[in-house]
């Protein structure tokens, strides 16, 4: 005889029923997604009751009654084309339109109303109440074998678990609603901010900072057409565009292959459908930027239709989109992030729809002719409105003002150029032949007399020169003594003889002639070996032994400079070529006279090392360069020798070769010819010409 359950026991259920309460209790209030919601709670109360299965249906504004989660319910319960399924179906619309639970004994039904249970089953149902309606059901398949206190008992139990699921609903439903709240305040933020500006480039680096936090994920990129060809010109996160980069080159290739394919591309780590052109392009880009998913949807031109034309909009076909000229294209991309399909591409037409009409209106804007110049114009306009207009009148008023007095007003006309300051008697010391620099005997600086020696020069070939040709000299002399003593002490020769005798010395003794001639030459050369001063005055060559001595030269190089310092002084002025018309014009308008009648014009001189004091000199048309020359520093120049009026520019300084700037006076010209008269002539020159 079996034994009916022990108080132990008893108890134990109960214990492990309120535990699974109160796990129902903490999930409900919990943030856990409605797909692992509704399992875990339906698998608690089925496992509480120690029912055979359940359900949990959700009321559908569109469809009636979706089933959010089932255990162990039949077949036949789920297929709308079934007669059990409509008769369960009108049961549960019922009790959800009464709002109130019910135990429905298994195999009964109504034949009035067409409703009933066709299960084998009692089945325990409980509303799910929201503040306003019922938004749901929760069904409890049970066996039909208990006793009536007991089914009482189960249909309280499922209210009860009904009225937790009801406050999870709730809080989900307000977060829902909180987050599409939210949703739809960043929508709205992004389409402000993406149409406030008409400039391409910002219009595009907003689509795609703004558009990135509006679908959160990890880059948007966006790109335009140029040349039939996808260019990226912004990235989210990214100031500038490195266009010679790997990842932006991929991602060209890539977005010009999705535009010319038509279609858009939904990368999700499968390349079985694509096509190969778009198979290679996205895998070399993926294997760059490591994204698990990459979407790229080309951006076409919107249709411009009339506000509320809903029956054009309806009746547009894909290939009339697929007609409309593709501007660009909108890159998504997720390395990080997880977004499942639907909530990616709900996010993505937000943030399509106006790019599109952003980025086109920004393209057409920018195709305006002379665009930079209206808008500079526009911001202009300010200043003739309310009151900035006279203060602008009076703004203008001074500038004109001074455009005027630019051209009214005189100012002293001055043609600068780089000097030095040079003694007018200086002389180069050059080499006569060549050789190589045995000794030097001055320095730099050294005062020397004139004709005192200055460098000693050897030159081994022509010592050997002069060897030979005394040798030869003193061979000669001997042939030419012994043909005269045969010719005198031989009486018997022939009158033949004697003739060619004297020919003979006549012939040595010109050959005497020529060697000592030849020798004398040399001689001279081997004096010039050592050269001498050609006037009275100062070596002005720096460290002159340092790079003389022991050095080879050839006839014609220069040694060193000597320069009279007590003689007169002039200051030699580089001046541009370019500027020499501007001289004569001086000459020509402003050149004043001396005593004797000679025409110069004054100039002003400043010393490099001391700029502060101001000497003046003179310019005479004499004291101008006949040629153009070659300067390292100034390019082609006209040498200018000036006289210099101040003996306390003498008393300063009487360093040959001291760097002066100086101005000579070229009259007086306008403010404006003075300031820009260097610019006209680079216009004239490299613009006009």
């Known amino acids: 005889m079996a034994s009916g359950p022990t108080e132990e026991n008893i108890e134990s259920t109960k214990r492990q029923i309120r535990t699974l309460v109160n796990e129902v209790a903490e999930l409900s209030k919990s ?173 595009a680096f907003t689509i795609a900072n703004e558009g990135r936090r509006l679908i ?47 279609e858009p591309l939904w990368y999700d780590g499968s390349t079985e459908d694509l096509p190969p052109q778009l198979e290679e392009a996205i895998e070399d880009y993926v294997d760059i930027s490591h994204g698990r998913t990459v979407t790229v949807l080309p951006i076409r031109q919107p249709e411009r239709k009339l506000e509320g034309d809903v029956l054009a909009q309806r009746n547009e076909t894909n290939e009339a989109r697929i007609r409309r000229n593709v501007i ?51 911001r202009c306009l300010w200043m003739f409105r309310g009151s900035a207009l006279p203060r602008t009148l009076s703004i203008l008023t001074l500038v004109a003002a001074a455009i005027g007095a630019m051209f009214l007003v005189p100012l002293d006309f001055d043609l600068q150029g780089n000097g030095k300051l040079k003694a007018s008697i200086e002389r180069q010391v050059f080499a006569h032949t060549d050789g190589e620099i045995e000794q030097v ?35 000669g002399q001997t042939q030419a003594y012994e043909l005269k003593r045969l010719l005198n002490d031989n009486t018997r020769l022939t009158d033949a003889d004697r003739i060619r005798y004297d020919q003979d010395v ?13 020798l004398e030459i040399l001689e001279k050369r081997k004096k010039d070996l050592q050269r001498l001063s050609p006037i009275q005055g100062i070596v002005t060559t720096w460290d002159v032994k340092k790079v003389l001595n022991a050095r080879p030269v050839v006839t014609g190089q220069v040694l060193m400079n000597i320069a009279d310092p007590e003689g007169p002084w002039e200051i030699e002025i580089l001046m541009p070529e370019k500027r ?71 008393e300063i300084t009487r360093r040959p070769g001291v760097q002066v700037m100086a101005d000579v006076k070229c009259g007086k010209r306008s403010v404006a010819f003075v300031c820009f008269y260097e610019v006209i002539e680079w216009i004239r020159a490299n613009v006009l010409f």
């Open 580 to 650: 020499m018309r501007y001289l004569d014009y001086g000459f020509a308008t402003e050149s004043k006279k001396d005593a004797d009648g000679k025409e110069y014009l004054d100039v002003e001189v400043i010393l490099r090392t001391a700029p502060e004091k101001k000497y003046y000199g003179k310019l005479y048309r004499d004291g101008i360069g006949q040629r153009a020359e070659l300067d390292a520093e100034d390019g082609a120049v006209v040498k200018l020798r000036c006289q210099p009026n101040d003996e306390t520019l003498l």
């Open 506 to 518: 006549k012939q040595a003794e010109q050959e005497v002639l020529n060697r000592a001639k030849e």
């Open 31 to 203: 943030n856990m997604p409605a797909a692992e919601f509704y399992p875990a709670v339906l698998q608690r109360i089925v496992n509480a009751l120690a029912a055979v299965g359940g359900a949990i249906w959700l009321v559908d504004g569109e469809s009636g009654l979706r089933l959010a989660h089932q255990i162990q319910i039949s077949p036949n319960l789920v297929d709308p084309q079934n007669d059990e399924a409509i008769q369960h179906g009108r049961l549960l619309t019922r009790l959800i339109m009464q709002g109130r639970g019910e135990l429905v004994p298994p195999m009964s039904s109504s034949l009035a109303e067409g409703e009933g249970n066709p299960t084998r089953f009692l089945l325990v149902m409980a509303p799910l109440q929201s503040p306003k309606e019922t938004v749901g059901l929760i069904e409890v398949f049970q066996r039909p074998d208990s006793a009536p206190d007991a089914q009482r008992g189960y249909l309280k139990f499922v209210e009860h678990m009904a009225k937790l699921i009801s406050d999870w609903i709730k809080g989900h439903t307000l977060q829902e609603v909180s987050n599409r709240q939210e949703l739809w305040q960043q929508s709205d933020q992004f389409a402000r901010l993406v149409h406030d500006n008409l400039d391409l480039r910002d219009t």
């Open 328 to 378: 660009g294209a909108l890159i998504i991309e997720q390395i990080e992030t997880q977004l499942n399909r639907p909530t990616l591409e709900g996010r993505t037409d937000l943030v399509y729809e106006h790019a599109c009409r952003a980025l086109s209106n920004s393209i057409d804007h920018s195709h305006i002719l002379f665009m930079p110049l209206w808008k500079f114009l526009d």
């Open 441 to 475: 005997l001055v320095d730099h600086g050294d005062t020397v007399s004139q004709d005192q020696p200055l460098v000693v020069m050897k030159n081994a070939e022509l010592d050997h020169q002069i060897e030979m040709t005394r040798g030869q000299l003193s061979q």
């Open 216 to 262: 959160d994920c990890d880059r948007v990129s966006v790109a335009v057409m140029k040349h039939g060809k996808a260019k990226v010109i912004a990235i989210s996160g990214q100031d500038s565009i490195e266009n010679r980069s790997n990842t932006v080159q991929a991602l060209n290739t890539l977005a010009s292959r999705v535009v010319m394919s038509g």
